[in-house]
């Protein structure tokens, strides 16, 4: 990873005084990330988006799938997921740094729409996530969006420009084929999206696999098979996680109790709710919270 990148993102992390990572900047859909330490694993919602690691490591899984990247790499994530993650590798001297970029599925189809020979999705579903190196064109890219910080007049005009030329060079990389098939609207991975769209939405009612099947234009037995291929996670796996994130939010925010929030995202029985909750988050809801809680303090 070059030495300009690091100086930069660091750079602009020493002058967010008093704020934390993750910092949301001037740029639509750029997050910075920093930590001078290595964390416990967190839990999370990864949207569609380039994660370039510029300094130090870091793990991330997606069910039971695990991706290791570190400076040099970046993760691309091109389906809304939950995932498990940890930095592995940070220290005062040399802080985990990274920046992620969110994908905006429309400039990316109006760019593959745009090449003269945009790439063919393969037959096999692939897995929505992968880890590549990070050079050349590409970390140039990120590079001027991270220079692009320090004159916040200018992004209006070239943040736009620079989104674009990175999802050329993703298009036309070496996982062209795996980024193309979630931007095909006709594609078997856009139908599934389409599909885990609608259970997100609906992630505190009953799961039928009949219904997400019929959104995805499948059959029952094809969909659950091409679901668990993109996300490494059945249907109820996906919308399992999706529950218990909300809730430990909720509690986290102190909007509700921990019964309540079992009953707000969907489920039954609290028993149940604190059952699975532990297996998650490795201590039951009033524990995990109140640790959380003085984590913060």
Not at 211 to 234: E, N, V, Y
Request: proline share 5%; charged share 20%; aromatic share 8%.
């Amino acid at each position: 990873m070059s030495n300009a990148l690091v100086e930069g993102v660091k750079r602009y992390t020493d002058k967010q005084a008093g704020q934390e990572s993750p910092f949301v900047t001037a740029i639509e859909g750029v997050t910075i990330l920093r930590s001078d330490r290595a964390k416990h694993p967190s839990h999370l919602i990864m949207k569609p988006a380039l994660c370039v690691v510029v300094q130090g490591a870091k793990w991330t899984t997606f069910g039971g799938r695990r991706y290791e990247y570190r400076a040099g790499q970046a993760l691309v994530v091109s389906v809304e997921m939950p995932a498990f993650s940890r930095v592995v590798k940070a220290s005062s001297a040399e802080p985990y740094l990274a920046v992620v970029i969110e994908f905006d599925l429309a400039v990316m189809r109006d760019v593959m729409e745009c090449l003269d020979t945009p790439p063919r999705p393969e037959g096999h579903l692939g897995h929505g996530v992968f880890v590549t190196h990070f050079d050349g064109a590409l970390a140039d890219c990120v590079l001027r969006m991270v220079r692009l910080l320090e004159t916040p007049q200018a992004i209006p005009m070239l943040a736009p420009m620079i989104m674009r030329e990175i999802c050329y060079w993703l298009l036309t990389g070496p996982h062209g084929n795996e980024v193309a098939k979630v931007v095909l609207a006709n594609s078997h991975a856009q139908r599934v999206v389409t599909a885990i769209h609608a259970l997100r939405d609906q992630f505190n009612e009953t799961v039928r696999i009949e219904q997400l099947a019929a959104i995805a234009q499948m059959s029952s037995s094809a969909f659950h098979r091409q679901f668990k291929a993109l996300t490494s996670m059945t249907p109820l796996q996906y919308q399992k996680q999706l529950r218990l994130l909300e809730a430990r939010h909720l509690m986290v925010a102190g909007v509700a109790s921990a019964e309540a929030a079992a009953y707000q995202v969907g489920y039954e029985s609290a028993s149940q709710f604190s059952r699975e909750y532990s297996r998650m988050f490795g201590a039951p809801p009033r524990r995990d919270i109140a640790t959380l809680k003085t984590a913060q303090i």
